[in-house]
């Protein structure tokens, strides 16, 4: 079935650059994506990679993707404290299907 | 962009009780809806996939008669949680997909039943 898998936990200095990695099994996948968790709150899309791209940036967010080996990246430049939060890995085919999320990896950013 | 509307953002409820949640599209019209659960410190769980003007698919495990839901306009999918018990209390987020990818999440709603 399908499965994402990410590492839990994530500490940077801030201003250093985060990285946080994620592994997924569907190789139908047509999105895979980033999400965004503060505390209490429900989830913000951050970015997004189609799966015959790979690498997307966009501003401070740098995906790479390796389809090959389905591993999912995302770099994190001049990481601040507002980016401390829960990030989720989650892939799906096209259409209007559900997502599959990963864990969930919490970035704490130290002053 | 589309938004989700969820509501109520936090409810506290006796054990025993029903507790509705409602996720609206604002600006879009949903025929899909899914609901997710989140235990504390875990991922998303997808509990079902609800559709306008037909019954919910639920996923394995999760116990229909005890999450109601309903999809009974394109702008507005319920959840009741039905004699809600402690073991209940977790927070639950809607989302739907109207073409965007990656679909838009309501806020979440934390559920705490005492």
């Not at chain 1, 090959?68 to 299907?97: M, V, W």
């Not at chain 2, 209390?89 to 039943?113: E, H, M």
Request: proline share 3%.
């Amino acid at each position: 079935g399908e499965d994402v898998e990410q590492s839990l936990f994530l500490s940077v200095r801030e201003g250093d650059s985060s990285v946080i990695n994620c592994t997924y099994t569907d190789s139908s996948s047509t999105y895979l994506y980033w999400y965004k968790q503060e505390p209490g709150a429900g989830l913000q899309l951050l970015t997004y990679i189609f799966s015959n791209m790979d690498m997307k940036q966009d501003q401070r967010l740098t995906v790479l993707l390796n389809k090959k080996d389905k591993h999912l990246s995302l770099r994190i430049a001049d990481t601040q404290t507002g980016d401390s939060a829960i990030y989720f890995c989650a892939e799906s085919p096209a259409g209007n299907t559900p997502l599959v999320f990963g864990k969930g990896t919490r970035l704490s950013v130290i002053a | 962009g589309a938004v989700v509307s969820q509501h109520p953002s936090r409810v506290i409820c006796k054990s025993g009780t029903s507790v509705k949640i409602e996720c609206r599209s604002l600006d879009f019209q949903a025929t899909t809806m899914f609901w997710y659960r989140q235990f504390p410190k875990q991922s998303l769980m997808l509990m079902a996939t609800s559709n306008e003007g037909s019954k919910a698919t639920y996923e394995q495990g999760v116990e229909k008669d005890k999450f109601l839901i309903n999809h009974a306009s394109l702008t507005l999918s319920t959840l009741t949680v039905t004699s809600a018990h402690p073991e209940d209390s977790s927070f639950y987020i809607c989302s739907a997909r109207v073409g965007d990818p990656g679909g838009t999440f309501g806020s979440g709603t934390r559920l705490t039943v005492v």
